[in-house]
């Protein structure tokens, strides 16, 4: 059976057993092949929209002898899905940007109808992909944060749930954080660094934050440089971002036991 990276097994591990599958911009499409070989999934479908890696998804989709099970197919974001076709969609190695417009050209499209499950691994600008799915009524059911070849990932699985928007009100609400800022501030600290991964933080989250920290600070020393107005606008901005991080990151470490 194909052996899969760390990140690609968070992936798996996520869906439901006994799901259909359609998996976007599935590369040399490794998740769903594992996900019919271990018999979690009884049938999936790999979109990719560049040429190579299309071909080289059938490839490996022949090789393991799933080409019946495996239908693998070229075309762009949800487009290579009809509705009804797929239980679960997973989108992994984009940005959060990207992937809420996939989703959202898809929603507009009907490709959705049916789909009752989301696991979504955006390599940055996860917010947005959090945003989106507060939007159309998706509920964040959980989020794992983990490490591999010196990169950091964030995976997230979301339902169709009927309840979803009260569900979601009582998931972002920051009251578990010994804060004294707003419910707009907490709001928006919740939405970016993850209500799930700031129950439960990882060394991965201060990790990720700190090398964000460093970076924002890279940037105010370049604006401090500067004489224009919008420079020190700016760099206000990014100063009062930096704090709010580091609160909620030594808030953190003043919780774990």
């Known amino acids: 059976m194909l052996k ?3 990140r690609l097994q968070k992936i798996a591990d996520y869906v439901t057993i006994g799901a259909r599958v359609a998996d976007i911009g599935s590369d040399h499409a490794m ?5 019919l ?20 998804a059938k490839k490996q989709s022949a090789d393991a002898g799933l080409s019946s099970r495996l239908t693998v197919r070229q075309g762009d974001g949800l487009n290579v899905l ?8 997973t989108i992994a190695g984009m940005g ?3 992937m809420s417009d996939i989703l959202e050209a898809g929603r507009l499209a009907g490709k959705l109808e049916g789909v009752t499950e989301l696991v979504l691994q955006p390599n940055v600008g996860e917010e947005v992909v959090r945003q989106w799915l507060l939007k159309h009524h998706w509920f964040l059911t959980a989020e794992s944060i983990l490490e591999e070849d010196g990169k950091i990932y964030e995976v997230m699985h979301a339902v169709r749930a009927e309840d979803a928007d009260s569900r979601s009100s009582e998931l972002y609400n920051g009251h ?12 928006k600290v919740l939405m970016q660094m993850g209500p799930y991964l700031l129950r439960d933080p990882q060394p991965a989250l201060f990790k990720k934050w700190h090398h964000e920290l460093n970076k924002l600070e890279r940037i105010c020393e370049q604006l401090a440089g500067s004489d224009l107005a919008e420079s020190a606008v700016k760099r206000e901005q990014f100063l009062t971002e930096m704090h709010v991080i580091k609160e909620v990151l030594q808030c953190l470490r003043t919780d774990k036991p």
């Open 4 to 6: 899969l990276s760390k």
């Open 31 to 35: 998740l769903p092949v594992y996900l």
């Open 37 to 56: 070989q271990s018999g979690r999934c009884p049938s999936a479908i790999a979109g990719e929209l560049n040429r190579g890696p299309f071909e080289a």
């Open 82 to 89: 009809e509705s009804g076709e797929a239980d679960t969609v």
């Open 96 to 98: 959060g940007s990207l």
């Open 176 to 187: 578990f954080l010994a804060l004294s800022f707003d419910k707009k501030v907490l709001y």
